[in-house]
């Protein structure tokens, strides 16, 4: 493969990057907020979260491999995976790194799962949210096409439906929080 190609590679797995993994954090919302996706039986939306985040750990994998093999920049295996240390472009390259060492660890403790117990999966789970807005900067700062149109409002989009969604979860997280205590007062209330 030419420089060229790898780099066209690099790129557009990038771009697939930040829409799977934007997809992947809805579904992860939809998940925990129980939301039954058309056409589907709840169930189904988690494994379509699954799914599509092993799709997008294959593209981020891609990514990675390319950006490493590409001769035109000087990227080691070492500087994708210890955040810093690169000397092409640190601190962008850094950030790629960090929300690549804390997708890893999702992905590991997802695979170890039923070993470790659900409270430190999710635990380490909620890594994910992190990782996604610190990937979002790394390509914001490091993307070739970050200052194209239809890049630009790519990004928007996708900062603007994982926002909507977060404020959604964490909205019905409070209004369930305010329920809880009323109902309990009406319970023991009914015991008194």
């Given at each position: 493969?030419?420089?060229?190609?790898?780099?066209?590679?690099?790129?557009?797995?990038?771009?697939?990057?930040?829409?799977?993994?934007?997809?992947?954090?809805?579904?992860?919302?939809?998940?925990?907020?129980?939301?039954?996706?058309?056409?589907?039986?709840?169930?189904?939306?988690?494994?379509?979260?699954?799914?599509?985040?092993?799709?997008?750990?294959?593209?981020?994998?891609?990514?990675?491999?390319?950006?490493?093999?590409?001769?035109?920049?000087?990227?080691?295996?070492?500087?994708?995976?210890?955040?810093?240390?690169?000397?092409?472009?640190?601190?962008?390259?850094?950030?790629?790194?960090?929300?690549?060492?804390?997708?890893?660890?999702?992905?590991?403790t997802s695979l170890l799962r039923e070993r470790l117990g659900h409270r430190a999966w999710r635990a380490v789970h909620w890594l994910a949210?992190?990782?996604?807005?610190?990937?979002?900067?790394?390509?914001?700062?490091?993307?070739?096409?970050?200052g194209a149109d239809w890049m630009t409002w790519l990004t928007v989009s996708c900062v603007a439906t994982v926002v909507?969604?977060?404020?959604?979860?964490?909205?019905?997280?409070?209004?369930?929080?305010?329920?809880?205590?009323?109902?309990?007062?009406?319970?023991?209330?009914?015991?008194?």
């Amino acid at each position: 493969m030419t420089s060229e190609t790898l780099w066209y590679v690099n790129r557009a797995t990038g771009v697939v990057c930040l829409v799977l993994f934007t997809v992947v954090v809805l579904l992860g919302i939809a998940v925990r907020l129980r939301t039954r996706l058309p056409g589907l039986p709840r169930f189904g939306t988690m494994s379509l979260h699954r799914m599509l985040s092993l799709s997008a750990t294959a593209f981020l994998a891609l990514h990675v491999t390319v950006a490493v093999v590409d001769g035109y920049v000087n990227i080691t295996a070492l500087d994708a995976l210890v955040p810093f240390v690169s000397d092409y472009r640190p601190l962008w390259l850094g950030l790629g790194t960090v929300a690549l060492d804390l997708m890893l660890a999702v992905l590991v403790t997802s695979l170890l799962r039923e070993r470790l117990g659900h409270r430190a999966w999710r635990a380490v789970h909620w890594l994910a949210y992190g990782s996604w807005p610190v990937a979002l900067v790394h390509g914001i700062g490091i993307g070739t096409d970050s200052g194209a149109d239809w890049m630009t409002w790519l990004t928007v989009s996708c900062v603007a439906t994982v926002v909507a969604a977060f404020a959604l979860r964490t909205a019905r997280t409070v209004r369930a929080a305010r329920r809880t205590p009323t109902a309990l007062l009406h319970t023991e209330g009914a015991h008194a």
